[in-house]
């Protein structure tokens, strides 16, 4: 996407060719600037401080964390180490062990010197099909997005066609696009007259600080609430349609998301507006299907919800809880919106898409 007139992806390689660059999420929207990664321990840390954040990016992140490990040491030995330090970083989001093992299973069959170029090759190939899943997912739920908005009443037809969206599911969360906002993207360029509802999504507040930012960037009309708001804009027929992205996705089509994403999903369903979510193949774990009880739920620091910055917000010797992914049960999801097209929450849904073998 555009940043002052400049297309960008939120990583890639330096012109050195051996360290990464990544957009660094940490100080937007106060300033737009990039981080270098020249090891696998500051790939690591750029994961679990969330310098970069977002399943498809720390995929993509954790694909050349391993290439970093790998200059440095391409023994079978290091490869094991790097693979776990990656993977301890974040649990929930199933990209990240996905990407992981792809690069982990294709340099295992190499000798020794050609695994870290084998692995600079699987990762830049890895955030290639990042971009070209998520820009189909944004065509699917463009198509989507109009048929909605044209079927509302005619004395509605003049008026925003209205999306609620929780954190940022944009391209700051992918290598480009995003999954969530992609279709909004998309309706945006297609001239649909488009109004986005952005959760400010406590306590990292990526909704207020990311995907704010992002739409403003592209010129796409959005409000900022609080997190509690939603509910209540949907009792008064402010909104028409829900998208969010998601973590890990079961077979059965459970999803999980950021923290908050269940509520949405619940007055979404009380209310009869629909409720999407938008996900690239990467994020399915067929291993699992009762999400609400196989998922691993990442719990951060209870600082992130005690404290802004250094400001306190609550009493000293009060403790704080920070669960930072929950799970939407399939039966509130309207339908997936993936890179092959738009299907039911459900196992036939998604093998409908997939086949047998994912
Ligand atoms: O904790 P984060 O910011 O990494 O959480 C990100 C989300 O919850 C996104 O919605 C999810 O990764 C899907 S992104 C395309």
Known sequence: MNIDGRPWRTIGLEPNGRSVWVIDQTALPYSFGTKTLS???QAAEAISTMVVRGAPLIGVTGA???????QADPSDSALATAHALLLSTRPTAVNLQWALDRVRDLVMALPPEQRAEAARQEAARIADEDVAMCEAIGEHGLKLFQQLAAARPAERQSEPFQVLTHCNAGWLATVDWGTALAPIYKAHRAGLNIHVWVDETRPRNQGASLTAFELGREGVPHTV???NAGGHLMQHGQVDAVIVGTDRTTSRGDVCNKIGTYLKALAAHDNQVPFY????????DWTLA?????????????????????LALIPEGSPAFNPAFDVTPARLVTALITERGVAAASEAGLRGLYGTVA
Request: charged share 20%; aromatic share 2%.
């Open 39 to 41: 090891s696998c321990q």
């Open 225 to 227: 609430i609080v997190d």
């Open 64 to 70: 050349y964390g391993l290439m970093l490990a790998l």
């Open 277 to 284: 979510v938008a996900l690239p193949a990467s994020t399915i």
């Open 290 to 310: 009762d999400g609400v009880a196989e998922v691993p739920i990442e719990a951060r620091s209870p600082r992130e919800v005690s404290h802004i910055q250094d």
